[in-house]
């Protein structure tokens, strides 16, 4: 809600005068705003009651900036937002110019008005509450009517700041690129600025994820204790800072400053007079009740804001990758659908390697670029496989990467000038170059690619949409000299419109978003696909820690969760972390020993018995693998919105130095009767079914673990 705002009559616009608060409910927590007595805009108050918060006989001047500028008050801290106008001043001052409100899919689009105080330079703030989940959309928008360009050297999205007490903790997810993403970083922020940024462009995500959490009032905790959550919805690099600055003696809570939105760093943006820049939306949340409470906030508002057909329960999928890598044919290929189809999957996925004519991809020096099928492996085209695979009740899957090219294609020989690159010869990354979505020719080449590989046959439904090196070079031929860093925001806005038109034109198509893994894990691109791939690193004892990290801010229905033979650890172990994402397998499926394929049909089994709760339930973890001096053990459970049934995983990851836990089930009734089933994969077994009082459950099972890579799965229905 925003006070003072004028719909009595049945009009959900509204305007406030500057001198009333401003309040922004976002469900459960909140912030005041106001205007001080020369129009500059203060935060009041943040967090819980924060926008409840009354300045009283405290003049609103002595408050912070809601959102400081560069020489707009505070000399001595990094700005939020950074530009330079038409005659070369470097400083922007605002002041509020007015605010207004609209009622929006069950809460409030609020945008605060500022222009500067000498120059025709306007910045909006939007806030969109999502009262329904507790998560805030926060960002900004820059226009102007100078009489030249400004340039923007920094541009955040927010800038709250609040007390942080000597034992705040920081968590972010900067780990060392390509299958290490997720890694969790806990940390105390101390004086100074900490910045936690992301590079590359295109898979940005690999070096860090676009989410944080803050603890203000110490060590985070899973339960209770304020969390601050925030997460980017950018497809290009981001950054967070985190300023804090004593103001007491040692031991006195200090003033902290969290600034987030897109990495400004050879970013700096040219803008016409008239044109508009839109910073990307920070979604972010402070709950009361640890980090579980930002996880619900986050699920909640993720399957009903974000996801795509968030109802429906994901595909148990059949990847070929690490079966044959580029080598194959269609007798192979035929075997592995026939495997697939055995095991009861739903989707068989063609991977790399299907097409090239010129320039045959049989690997990954050529072809890319040139999407007609590959006659030399597969005579018959796709169709064979695709019928084959529908004739077994599979549906069939293919992958494309349309924003890149080999230098080795037609693509490239027909359009040297059509790939992103500065005055300098190009580098190549894993020997090809990204395609400029800057040129229109490119953004409908990029959708015709999947219009082809759709069009090999009509049965084909599902698509992995990949992109596997950074941008090097950066650099376009559809921008003019003075204005080739405005390729780095333009080229997400670009690529999300070519997603867009592909969700236009094909939208019954399920698809995953993957970048080298996981190098695009955020809710702005996520809005144009299924789910994602949450790394290329599916060695299973370090996926439960990424999955565990991934967690916080994302359901298990976006996370695709593969067996493969990565880390040589053991197929029974491998299935039962992946259960507990968007299971499936990648796997030599006509290579697999009795044992194996026993273990793989069992998980394939457990799969269709407890995918919904998994993808759909309310997630609860009992037991890090993260955190604390003993790290060996990992335990959670996805748990259906009557608490009438559970899915519960545990997961012995090494020998424990620390007494095992026991797994305390508190969200059941006490008093009622349910059905346990216990399933341990290595064992071959069906599961083993008892019946438990509700209060033995809740006081808590004994780990039943002690050999490291071992596991266990239980499903738990009220009687």
Known sequence: ????????????????????????????????????????????????????????????GVFPDAYPTFGGGDALRPPALRLIHADGTLTTRLVVDGVDTAAERGG?????????????????????????????????????????????????????????????????????????????????????????????????????????????????????GEVLGCSIEWGGNVRFEVDVRPKGPPGTPAELRLRCGANPLGAEYTLDPGERFVAPAVAWTWATAGRAEVTRRFHRWTRARVLRDPQRVRPIVVNNWEATFFDFDEARITGLIEAAADLDADVFLLDDGWFGTNHPRDDDTAGLGDWDVDRAKLPGGLAPLVETATSRGLRFGIWVEPEMVNPSSDLYAEHPDWVVRDAREPIEHRNQLV?????????????????????????????????????????????????QSNLWVDHVYATWSVMDEVVRRH?????????????????????????????DNTDPVDRVRMQW???????????????????????????????????????????????ERDVCRHAVALARRTQRLVQQGELVRLVSPVEGGDRSRAALAHVAEDRATTVMFAYQLDIGDAPAPSLRLDWLDGDATYRVAETDLASGSHPQVTTMTGRALVDGLAWPLTRPLTARVWEIART
């Not at 507790?134 to 609040?162: N, Y």
């Open 507 to 535: 939208p019954d198509v399920e698809l995953m978003l993957c970048a080298s893994g996981g190098g695009r894990t955020d809710h702005g691109t996520l809005r144009r696909f299924h789910e994602f791939w949450t790394s």
């Open 549 to 595: 990290a991934c967690s916080h801010f994302f359901p298990a229905a976006a996370m695709a969760a593969h067996v493969t033979r990565w880390g040589g650890r053991p197929l029974h172990f491998g299935c039962a972390v992946a259960l507990s994402g968007r299971f499936g397998l990648d796997l030599d499926l006509t290579a697999l020993s009795d044992e």
């Open 1 to 60: 809600m925003i006070e003072g705002s004028n719909d009595g009559a049945g009009n959900d616009e509204g305007r406030t005068g500057d001198d009333q608060p401003i309040r922004v409910d976002a469900g459960g927590w909140g912030l005041t705003w106001a205007a001080d007595g020369a129009g500059r805009l203060r935060q009041l108050g943040l967090g819980p009651a924060g926008h409840l918060v009354e300045p009283g006989d405290v003049p609103v």
């Open 108 to 224: 409030d689009h609020v945008v605060v008005r500022c222009r500067d105080e000498r120059f025709e330079v306007r910045v909006e703030h939007h806030l969109r509450t999502h009262p329904e989940s507790g998560v805030l959309e926060q960002w900004v928008e820059v226009t102007h009517d100078e009489p030249a360009p400004i340039r923007l050297m920094s541009f955040d999205s927010m800038a709250p700041l609040l007390l942080a007490d000597p034992g705040a903790e920081l968590v972010h997810f900067a780990g060392g690129g390509w299958a290490d993403e997720w890694r969790w970083n806990a940390e105390r922020p101390g004086p100074g600025t900490k910045s936690v940024a992301g590079f590359g462009g295109v898979q940005p995500h690999l070096q860090v994820a676009p989410v944080m959490m803050l603890a203000p009032s110490g060590p985070g905790r899973e339960r209770d």
């Open 435 to 483: 395609l400029d979505p800057l040129i229109e020719e490119v953004r409908e080449f990029e959708a015709s690619v999947v219009d082809r590989a759709l069009g090999e046959h009509a049965d084909i439904g599902y698509m992995k949409w990949d992109a596997n090196r950074p941008v090097t070079d950066p650099g376009s031929t559809r921008l003019p000299a003075d204005r």
